[in-house]
C-alpha cells in the first residue's frame, strides 16, 4: 500500500467503494472517530497532529483538513510559505519539508506548481497527501467529488457527465476523470474553449470511458442537456496562464524557488456561464457541481435550485477527508487494501 496519496491513479474501484462506506458511517454516526489518539500500527499513543503546507490560495481544502482533524480529536499545524516563512531567508523547499516533517504524524501540501507535491513526499518523513499541485492534480478534491457523485446517483457507472471549463488547468477535473473511469460506460461531455482542451494524459479510456468534446457551452446543453446526470463547472485558472516571458520574469524577481505567484489579473479567452436560459436545458435530475471558487460560471442566483449541489460538495469534503485521516492514522494507511 502507498506511503503518499499523490494522484488517483493509484486507487482502485474498491477501495474508493470502502471509504465511500466508511464517510457513509462517520456522517450516521455510527462510527465513533472522536478522541482520536494514535494506536495500533503507529503505536505513539499521543495525539496526531496534522501539518498543512502550501504556497497558493485555499479555503475549502485547508479548513476542511484542519475541522476533520478537531473532529477525530486530533489537531493541525499550518505553514504558508510566504514572507513569514524561512522561505523568505533563503531557506529551500527541500529543507522547510524536512523540519515540518519532525514535527507533524502527517502533512498535507498545496503547491503552484505540478510534480513540487511528489518531490515533497520524497524528502518527507511522513505521509503526504496531494493537496493540489499547480495544473496537476487533485486527488482528496475528486474523492469528495466522486462521493458526491455516488450519493446522488447511486451509481458510478453508465453515467452521462457534463465537465465545463478550463480541463486544460484544472486539476480537480484531472483526478477526477481517473476516478470515473474505474467504472463501466461513462459517457464524458468535455466543453471547453480550443486551447483549454483537457490534455490527453488524462484521459483515460478504461472500462469503455468515452469522451466528447464541445467548443460550445450552449450547444453541448442543447444536445445532451436533458440527459445529463453530472453538470460540473469549473473556473478559469487564471493564474496558470502565463506566457514566457512572464515566466521568466516571475523566475528572475523571485528570491527563493516555489513561492506562490500572483498573476490573478491576466484574462486568458472566453469563458463560460451557465445563464439562466441554460437552466432549463439541464434535466431536473441532474446535480450541478463545481469545485469551488467559482468566478462567473454559475450566478448565486441559481443557488436555491434544488440541483445546485456545490454547497452539499464542499461538505462532502469534509467528512471524505475525515475517513482518509481516520484510515491513515487508525489502520496506517489511507484506503483499504
Ligand atoms: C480547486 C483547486 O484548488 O484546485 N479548489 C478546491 O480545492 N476546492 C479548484 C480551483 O481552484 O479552481
Redesign the pocket.
Known amino acids: 500500500m502507498f506511503m503518499h496519496l499523490l494522484s488517483t491513479t493509484q486507487i482502485k474501484s474498491k477501495q474508493l467503494q470502502s471509504l465511500f462506506k466508511m464517510t457513509d458511517s462517520i456522517i450516521s454516526g455510527e462510527l465513533i472517530v472522536d478522541n482520536l489518539v494514535i494506536k495500533g500500527n503507529y503505536s505513539l499513543n499521543r495525539k496526531v497532529i496534522l501539518g498543512i503546507v502550501k504556497d497558493?490560495?485555499?479555503?475549502?481544502?485547508r479548513l476542511s483538513f484542519e475541522v476533520a482533524m478537531k473532529r477525530l480529536g486530533g489537531e493541525s499545524v499550518l505553514l504558508e510559505l510566504d514572507n513569514n516563512s524561512s522561505i523568505s531567508k533563503g531557506e529551500t523547499l527541500e529543507d522547510t519539508i524536512k523540519t515540518v516533517s519532525q514535527y507533524v504524524d502527517a502533512l498535507v501540501v498545496?503547491h503552484s506548481r505540478k510534480g513540487m507535491v511528489e518531490k515533497c513526499a520524497e524528502i518527507s518523513s511522513v505521509p503526504v497527501i496531494n493537496?493540489?499541485d499547480g495544473d496537476g492534480e487533485?486527488p482528496t478534491?475528486a474523492l469528495l467529488d466522486a462521493y458526491t457523485i455516488y450519493k446522488h446517483c447511486g451509481k458510478l457507472d453508465n453515467l452521462n457527465i457534463m465537465i465545463a471549463g478550463?480541463l486544460k488547468c484544472?486539476?480537480?477535473v484531472h483526478s477526477l476523470l481517473h476516478l470515473l473511469s474505474l467504472y463501466e460506460n461513462n459517457l464524458i461531455h468535455l466543453v471547453s474553449p480550443e486551447d483549454m482542451q483537457l490534455p490527453e494524459e488524462y484521459k483515460k479510456k478504461d472500462n469503455g470511458t468515452k469522451y466528447i468534446w464541445y467548443p460550445d457551452l450552449n450547444q453541448a446543453l442543447e444536445h445532451v442537456g436533458k440527459s445529463l446526470n453530472i453538470l460540473y463547472m469549473?473556473?478559469l485558472?487564471k493564474e496558470r496562464y502565463m506566457s514566457e516571458d512572464e515566466v521568466k520574469e516571475f523566475w528572475s524577481k523571485r528570491k527563493t524557488p516555489y513561492l506562490g505567484d500572483d498573476f490573478r489579473n491576466k484574462v486568458v479567452g472566453e469563458y463560460y456561464t451557465l445563464s439562466p436560459s441554460n437552466w432549463n436545458q439541464i434535466d431536473h435530475d441532474c446535480a450541478v457541481l463545481h469545485?469551488?471558487?467559482r468566478n462567473n460560471e454559475i450566478s448565486s442566483t441559481f443557488d436555491k435550485d434544488p440541483r445546485a449541489l456545490y454547497f452539499q460538495q464542499?461538505k462532502n469534503?469534509m467528512y471524505v477527508r475525515m475517513a482518509l485521516l481516520w484510515n491513515l492514522f487508525v489502520r496506517g494507511k489511507f484506503l483499504p487494501d
Do not use: I, K, N
Open positions: 497558493e490560495g485555499s479555503t475549502r481544502t498545496r493537496a493540489g487533485h478534491q478550463d484544472s486539476r480537480t469549473t473556473r485558472q469545485p469551488l471558487p464542499v469534503g
